[in-house]
């Protein structure tokens, strides 16, 4: 044994510039860019990295990935919400509607999930009204 200890739990989500209810067709910005912004600062159990801007429109719509860290799977899902709801994106149509949806699904918080977990809720891919 190493020594090294596995504590609490990480959870990891890439914000892109996409779609989801349109097949998660890219959404690319414009000559002006996009503004994005992280409203929650980082921090210790916060961790977001950001692309420059404009999204190009023929590959790459990866636009941020923020990672969380808690005690609990429960801890980084609460932090993970706060992280998304707080982010600002404008100029495109972005992932992060779609991400918070997943991130209060009640499979999704139970862990209940597998690779067909989109293919039986297909209503998280629409944005809500």
Excluded at 44 to 62: E, N, Q
Excluded at 97 to 125: N, S, W, Y
């Amino acid at each position: 044994m190493n020594g090294n200890r596995l504590r609490g739990h990480a959870i990891e989500c890439r914000v892109n510039a996409e779609d989801p209810s349109r097949n998660f067709q890219p959404s690319p910005g414009s000559d002006h860019g996009a503004t994005i912004r992280p409203a929650v600062p980082a921090c210790a159990s916060i961790r977001t990295s950001m692309r420059a801007t404009p999204v190009p429109p023929y590959y790459d719509s990866l636009l941020a990935k923020v990672i969380v860290h808690g005690n609990s799977r429960t801890e980084a899902l609460a932090r993970m919400r706060q992280a998304l709801d707080s982010f600002i994106i404008e100029g495109v149509t972005t992932t992060i509607p779609f991400l918070g949806r997943v991130m209060r699904h009640p499979d999704f918080v139970a862990g209940k999930i597998d690779t067909k977990f989109l293919e039986r809720e297909p209503q998280l891919l629409k944005e809500q009204t």
